[in-house]
């Protein structure tokens, strides 16, 4: 048996929705008819019209877990998220791919946390920065850059993720 290969060949929304067409090969000469695929659902992730203006979060924690369970909630919740896991994974992720991000949400226990948020408070006035810290300590103080500090949360659940989604919604609103 031949091995099954394929490339996205085009977009196309000349029939009601978007498409992607995919050419399928079973085998070295032998290519089947195109697989039609609706993307309709992939571009409806966000709520609205697909030209509304989505609001960018950078997402820097080492914490994999934690990172992948509030960008999931945001993106759910009408925000782009990229997750680092670092800050110089951060810095690369920012050189490779043009963001316009507007939220940091960043672990402030992270080396150069506080230097990497400065950067890019500089570039932009309406930037807004969220400290997430893992224990209870004087958190203000050592994040002046936040405009708001939260803990991780205990246990990742419902509420802890309506939580957070309420505090980002209240630093940076899906549409100002």
């Not at 993106?75 to 800050?87: C, H, L, N, Q």
């Not at 992270?110 to 930037?127: G, K, Q």
């Not at 309506?162 to 919604?169: A, D, M, N, S, Y």
Request: aromatic share 10%; glycine share 4%; net charge negative.
């Amino acid at each position: 048996m031949g091995r099954i290969s394929y490339t996205f060949s085009r977009l196309d929304s000349s029939f009601g929705g978007p498409f992607f067409y995919l050419p399928l090969q079973l085998s070295d000469n032998n290519i089947e008819p195109f697989w039609r695929i609706d993307c309709s659902a992939i571009l409806a992730i966000t709520p609205g019209s697909h030209t509304d203006i989505v609001k960018t979060v950078l997402l820097v924690d080492d914490n994999l877990g934690f990172a992948f369970w509030l960008g999931q909630a945001l993106d759910r919740a009408g925000y782009e998220t990229w997750p680092a896991r670092s800050v110089p994974a951060a810095e690369s992720l920012l050189e490779e791919v043009p963001l316009a991000v507007d939220l940091l949400v960043i672990n402030a226990s992270l080396p150069r946390a506080p230097a990497f948020a400065t950067s890019l408070c500089r570039n932009r006035a309406d930037f807004k920065v969220i400290a997430v810290f893992e224990g209870a300590t004087d958190l203000a103080e050592s994040f002046p850059q936040a405009n708001a500090v939260h803990q991780k949360p205990q246990t990742i659940d419902i509420a802890a993720k309506l939580e957070w989604v309420q505090l980002i919604r209240v630093v940076l609103p899906v549409k100002d």
